[in-house]
């Protein structure tokens, strides 16, 4: 195998989940590509890290000092979407139904895994709770998602901000049969 391509397969096997068969994969679709097409993709990585990359209010990706979600003035300013990753954030956007605006943590709490709440955007989210009508806590439902949402709810109680999680259950298209315990516990206490 040629350098060029050894060297493009170890830099694609430093991406998460990609490893070398998925790389070569990767590389020999990208051959197809017009070579205008792989130009530009190439200008657009190496402008990665060139100005800002995070919005220095929420997080999430940005062009600017500010991404397009905060600077929307029909976005609800006062309602924060506290969320782990900028892929939750994308998610919740999919969906079509927040007007609010975001918060992105970086992670959950996993001493284990070093994230302390020190390494996570938290000391940001209390300055910006301060002036919120109401903080959505939408971590995931897992151990280290739940123990981020507490930990959370417990930093903001001093602020007497209005605290709410995300309503967990059933999915649609869900048999209870197959359900887990703590899946049919969260159906039955969010019920309507």
Known sequence: MSEKFKKLIEYFTKLPGIGPRHATRLILAMLEWPAPEIDEFSKQLAELTTGPVLCEQCFNFAD???CTICKNPRRNQ????VVERVTDL???EKAGVYDGVYHVLGGAINPVGGLVPEKLKIRELLAR???AEEI????NPNTYGETTALYL???L???QVKTTRLARGLAAGTSVEYADEITLANALKHRK
């Open 64 to 66: 600017e000092a500010l």
């Open 78 to 81: 006062e309602r924060i979407a």
């Open 90 to 92: 994308a998610a919740m």
């Open 129 to 131: 709770a301060k002036g």
């Open 136 to 139: 959505i806590l939408a971590t």
């Open 153 to 155: 709810e417990q930093e």
């Open 157 to 159: 109680k001093p602020m």
